[in-house]
């Protein structure tokens, strides 16, 4: 008999939590802003779900949209995220740290694993679909296994899971049990099936949500609260030093 497959699911609220754990979630995925493909969630969020279900929690640290070569705040807030979600009792950490050309970042990624340690009970590391977009996937593969990374999370390089079945299914051959590989990417009840026999993983990890509205905001449907709408995976936003210096040089002379 087959062992059982791990059920992976991203979750972005502690009612999320136990809608999945009601359901059969083994492991969850804690995100917020899915919409941009999944950012550090809040700390309110993290306890929050600690509280309400006994199920292992991998914290997402990703201060931002676009790639992930970050500056030296934006990783300086990863690692302030990390501890705090330690303190709080996540059972793991998922993150991906890349240099600009795309390779892993050794010596950050090492930095953030000494944290790890110092948490002194054990704790899941996840090298999440930044691991899609190295320069070399088989080196990088090699690299996060002498980290002592606990998992990678992968799409096979594709855009689904499904399509990057070869890639994945090359992957576990190349792990060969030093490090875990979990497929995902756009992974559902009609293909996950498919997925795990095409590429012989004993875990997923999916996205599953069905459209709920919240009326609160009908009395005004002109209004949009978003800033804008992110339209590839290499830009992000950054604040404008000199766009903002100028708009302050008009609002002292109008004072």
């Known amino acids: 008999m087959n062992s059982k497959i791990l059920l992976e699911i991203i979750v972005a609220s502690s009612d999320d939590a136990v809608a999945a754990c009601a359901g059969g979630a083994d492991r969850f995925e804690v995100c917020s802003a899915l919409g941009l493909g999944g950012l550090t969630p809040s700390l309110g969020t993290v306890k929050a779900i600690k509280e309400a279900v006994d199920v292992p929690a991998m914290c997402m640290l990703r201060?931002?949209?676009?790639?992930?070569?970050?500056?030296?705040?934006?990783?300086?807030?990863?690692?302030?995220?990390?501890?705090?979600?330690?303190?709080?009792?996540?059972?793991?950490?998922?993150?991906?740290?890349?240099?600009?050309?795309?390779?892993?970042?050794?010596?950050?990624?090492?930095?953030?694993?000494?944290?790890?340690?110092?948490?002194?009970?054990?704790?899941?590391?996840?090298?999440?679909?930044?691991?899609?977009?190295?320069?070399t996937p088989e080196v990088a593969l090699e690299q996060l296994v002498d980290l002592g990374i606990t998992r990678i999370l992968t799409s096979g390089r594709a855009p689904t899971a499904l399509e990057g079945a070869d890639e994945i299914k090359k992957n576990v051959e190349q792990a060969r049990g030093?490090?875990?590989?979990?497929?995902?990417?756009?992974?559902?009840?009609?293909?996950?099936?498919?997925?795990?026999?095409?590429?012989?993983v004993d875990q997923v990890h999916l996205y599953v949500t069905r459209s709920e509205r919240d009326r609160s905001t009908v009395n005004n449907p002109r209004i949009y609260f978003g800033a804008f709408v992110p339209e590839n995976e290499f830009d992000c936003r950054v604040a404008d030093e000199r766009e903002i210096a100028q708009i302050r040089k008009t609002l002292d002379r109008s004072a």
């Open 178 to 200: 030093r490090i875990e590989i979990l497929p995902g990417g756009e992974l559902d009840a009609e293909c996950v099936e498919k997925a795990v026999q095409l590429t012989g």
């Open 63 to 135: 201060p931002r949209e676009g790639g992930m070569a970050y500056g030296e705040g934006e990783f300086r807030a990863m690692l302030l995220d990390a501890e705090l979600f330690l303190e709080a009792g996540a059972d793991g950490l998922v993150f991906g740290l890349l240099t600009p050309d795309g390779d892993v970042d050794l010596p950050r990624c090492r930095e953030l694993l000494q944290l790890v340690e110092s948490a002194g009970r054990p704790v899941q590391t996840v090298f999440h679909r930044a691991f899609d977009v190295t320069s």
